[in-house]
């Protein structure tokens, strides 16, 4: 069965620095285009950012572009978001969820996703 | 950048049917996707390509995308349905986008 386990959310200062990961189980990670989205509480869904099976096309939300760098790693079957500048808008349940294909853009979806991980930014 | 907008709130009587528009420039021209949140639960990809159903979603969830509309329908609503709807698109940036969702109340 197909599994994604975000880890690595938390408390950080307004201005702090966060690396959130996500570990793929139960299909072949390499064959497969990747996401993170989030949803702030009691808010809807938010696309924060998207990296092909080969790393070879990403892209970001302009709320996060120049602050946050999304990465993986096929030979550990993982997912990182490196995120940086973080603000009280940063504040949210983060996903990462699996595409339907190895690329992303029309045509695709979000089709398996994990339980997420908080991310507070407080002082 | 581009924008998806549905309804905050749609009510249905059980066994009714149910529909959640989410409206977009040209939306037809691209490919929508459907998800339910329930309460404390991941998203659920429940249409892709504008009407694809995934494997283990039941049949009374349809949907269309047409012009400058997307709509989900949910025929035979039940109990288990009430949740939040979000529809998806990718701009012509292959940037994702959300609708702002809505909440389907069964009642």
């Known amino acids: 069965e197909a599994q994604l386990v975000e880890s690595g959310g938390g408390l950080v200062q307004p201005g702090g620095s966060l690396r959130l990961s996500c570990a793929a189980s139960?299909?072949?990670?390499?064959?497969?285009?990747m996401h993170w989205v989030r949803q702030a509480p009691g808010k809807g869904l938010e696309w924060v950012s998207g990296?092909?099976?080969?790393?070879?096309?990403?892209g970001y939300a302009d709320s996060v572009k120049g602050r946050f760098t999304v990465f993986r790693d096929n030979a550990k079957n993982s997912l990182h978001l490196q995120m940086t500048s973080l603000g009280a808008a940063d504040m949210a349940l983060y996903y990462c969820?699996?595409?339907?294909?190895?690329?992303?853009?029309?045509?695709?979806?979000?089709?398996?996703w994990g339980q997420g991980t908080m991310v507070t930014v407080s002082s | 950048s581009y924008e998806l907008t549905q309804p905050p709130s749609v009510s249905v009587s059980p066994g009714q049917t149910a529909s959640i528009s989410c409206s977009g420039d040209?939306?037809?021209?691209?490919?929508a996707s459907w998800y339910q949140q329930r309460p404390g639960q991941s998203p659920t990809l429940v249409i892709y390509?504008?009407?694809k159903r995934p494997s283990g979603i039941p049949e009374r969830f349809s949907a269309s995308n047409f012009g400058h509309t997307a709509t989900l329908t949910i025929t035979g609503t039940q109990p288990m349905d009430e949740a939040d709807y979000y529809c998806?698109?990718?701009?012509?940036?292959?940037?994702?986008?959300f609708g702002g969702g809505t909440k389907l109340t069964v009642l």
């Open positions: 969820a699996r595409d339907r294909r190895g690329y992303y853009g029309r045509g695709g979806a979000f089709e398996i």
């Open positions: 139960g299909f072949i990670f390499e064959e497969y285009a």
């Open positions: 990296i092909t099976w080969n790393s070879g096309n990403i």
């Open positions: 040209k939306l037809g021209d691209k490919y």
């Open positions: 390509q504008d009407k």
């Open positions: 998806q698109a990718w701009d012509s940036n292959t940037a994702g986008v």
